[in-house]
């Protein structure tokens, strides 16, 4: 595997946790079965993956909210954004090491 694909699934990873994290504490129960996520937050991270999938940036960017070219439709965009915003500080108490390697990776490409 060669370096590009490995840094597309540590990013696909990453939102992977937060939808599933911002999923578990923002839908009912009802809505998913055990151990899954609702059909709303599946399509929103089904959709990720194919915007991450084709994205032809990937040997340059670290994350999406980095690229200066904006692939994802805007309703999906603010449903992503939504997500990141309630999930994001709460990686440090559910997926710590994730969250400290977003942070690390955000502040090397701002340097750029």
Known sequence: MDKVEKKRQKEQHVVEE???LYCRKKHPKEDR???QICPVCQ???DYARLRSEKCPFMTEKTFCANCKVHCYKPEVREQIRQVMRF???RMLIYHPVL???HLICSKKESKK
């Open 99 to 101: 969250a400290v390697w």
């Open 87 to 89: 999930s994001g500080p």
């Open 33 to 35: 079965q055990a151990g």
């Open 43 to 45: 399509e929103l991270l």
């Open 18 to 20: 937060m939808i599933r």
